[in-house]
Structures are given as C-alpha cells and as structure tokens.
C-alpha cells in the first residue's frame, strides 16, 4: 500500500507511511484459528473494521482522531471510538469498510486517507471480528469534520503517544469465563470537554502506538485472551 498523496508533505508522515507499508502482523497474532478461541462453532461470523487515522500535530506529534459516540446510539452510548464499524455486503474488503465509515460517520473524505497498512484483528466477546486499518492524513486543514449526529456526538484527536504512557492512565482488573484482565483508562481533556478511552479501542490504540514508535507500554497489559487469544507473555517479545 504505497502512500499516494505525497506532493509538499510532512517528512515525518511520509517516512512513517513507508514503514507502516511493510508492517505484517505477527504469525501467532494473525491466527485464525487463535482468535476463535471460547466462541461457540454455532455463533455467526461478524466483521467490522476501524479507521486509525494518524496526523502530525502542529508542534510535530502523532496525532489519532477519535470520536465519542452518540449518547443516543443502543449500544456503547457514549464511548470513545474509533470512526468504523461492521461491514457492508457493498464492501470490497476491510480497508473499504473503515473508509466508508468514516466519511458516513465523521465526513472524512477517504481520497484524504492514505491507507497504509491492515494489523492483526481483535475479536470481541461479542463474536465480532475488528479489524484496525491505519491511514495517514497528511493535510489536516482538508479535514473539515461533520458528524453524524445520530451516531458522533463529538470528534477530536489525541497525542498517539499517550496509549504508550502511565500519565493519565488508570486501570481496572476484570475477570470473564475465568480470565483476568485488565481494562485500561485514558483520560484526555480537550478544552472543557474530558474524553475517557478504554476497552478494546484502547487496546487497538496501544497496539498501533506500539507499531508506530516501535517500543512496548510503560506498562503491562494483561490484555484478555478472548481478544486474540495471545498471553502477555507472547506480546512482550513484539
């Protein structure tokens, strides 16, 4: 996936594309038969995938823009989320997915988001498959977000750095069909708004600031299995 908007562009966006663009997930990551694990062989398959669509900031930091979701919506009112969600029979693959939801949820142009890598996929308790597609955004100022205002309430960005931080970072040990856990807490504050990150998106996010910066959390994850079905102790050597 070479990057194709390229012209007067930032050198940090455009080295980092290229380096994204020879990312392949980790055999054991990318498993099939791994992310099954605990789902009942008569559950349907489900697929989603989300958009994380990185900038550079105006004093030269990874950005990651995020949206908090309608308090309206039936399910996860109010959350952070990435722009995504489940897949179309229109869809040509998950890169299309991601893109057309975040132009119907966000009014991200996708001839904005150069797309430049798939990473491994997460799988809900829910028997859902996400699968994250990172895209760069090289002019932000092109960016002119419309919400969907029966599914966004509010969109924003973040340092992508931070979901490699202690700072702001709370976290809470869980337990599902006897695995513990833990779920991890980002706290940002944009103007007078608070947004908080957590749960599977945090962890997507912690595992793309992984791949951006090349270096592992401050922390430990003590991710659940059910997501991917790999221990702590295989992540560490990644």
Same mark, same amino acid.
């Given at each position: 996936m070479a990057p194709e908007n390229m012209g007067e562009k930032s050198q940090k966006l455009i080295s980092l594309s290229?380096?994204?663009?020879?990312?392949e997930p980790p055999p054991h990551l990318n498993n099939p038969a791994r992310r099954q694990h605990g789902i009942p062989k008569s559950a349907k398959p489900k697929r989603a995938a989300v958009l994380i669509c *990185?900038?550079?900031?105006?004093?030269?930091?990874?950005?990651v823009i995020l949206t908090k979701r309608s308090s309206q919506l039936s399910s996860h009112s109010g959350e952070v989320a990435l722009p995504g969600g489940k897949r179309e029979e229109g869809d040509a693959d998950d890169i299309a997915t991601a893109l057309r939801e975040a132009k119907e949820e966000i009014g991200l142009d996708p001839s904005l988001v %150069? @797309? @430049?890598?798939v990473i491994e996929p997460y799988m809900t308790r829910f028997h859902v498959t996400v699968v994250p597609v990172i895209g760069v955004l090289f002019d932000k100022k092109a960016f002119n977000p419309t919400p969907d205002a029966n599914e966004v309430e509010s969109v924003f960005d973040v340092p992508l750095e931070m979901f490699l931080? $202690?700072? $702001?970072?709370?976290?809470?040990?869980?337990?599902?069909m006897g695995d513990k856990f833990l779920y991890h807490f980002f706290d940002y504050q944009s103007g007078e708004k608070g947004f908080t990150t957590w749960a599977i998106t945090a962890a997507i996010l912690i595992r793309a600031a992984t791949i951006v910066y090349q270096r592992p959390p401050a922390f430990l994850e003590r991710r659940?299995?059910?997501? $991917?079905? *790999?221990? %702590?102790k295989d992540l560490s050597k990644l």
């Amino acid at each position: 996936m070479a990057p194709e908007n390229m012209g007067e562009k930032s050198q940090k966006l455009i080295s980092l594309s290229r380096r994204l663009s020879l990312y392949e997930p980790p055999p054991h990551l990318n498993n099939p038969a791994r992310r099954q694990h605990g789902i009942p062989k008569s559950a349907k398959p489900k697929r989603a995938a989300v958009l994380i669509c *990185i900038f550079e900031g105006t004093d030269g930091e990874l950005r990651v823009i995020l949206t908090k979701r309608s308090s309206q919506l039936s399910s996860h009112s109010g959350e952070v989320a990435l722009p995504g969600g489940k897949r179309e029979e229109g869809d040509a693959d998950d890169i299309a997915t991601a893109l057309r939801e975040a132009k119907e949820e966000i009014g991200l142009d996708p001839s904005l988001v %150069d @797309v @430049v890598t798939v990473i491994e996929p997460y799988m809900t308790r829910f028997h859902v498959t996400v699968v994250p597609v990172i895209g760069v955004l090289f002019d932000k100022k092109a960016f002119n977000p419309t919400p969907d205002a029966n599914e966004v309430e509010s969109v924003f960005d973040v340092p992508l750095e931070m979901f490699l931080k $202690n700072e $702001n970072r709370r976290e809470v040990e869980d337990v599902w069909m006897g695995d513990k856990f833990l779920y991890h807490f980002f706290d940002y504050q944009s103007g007078e708004k608070g947004f908080t990150t957590w749960a599977i998106t945090a962890a997507i996010l912690i595992r793309a600031a992984t791949i951006v910066y090349q270096r592992p959390p401050a922390f430990l994850e003590r991710r659940p299995t059910f997501w $991917n079905g *790999i221990p %702590d102790k295989d992540l560490s050597k990644l």
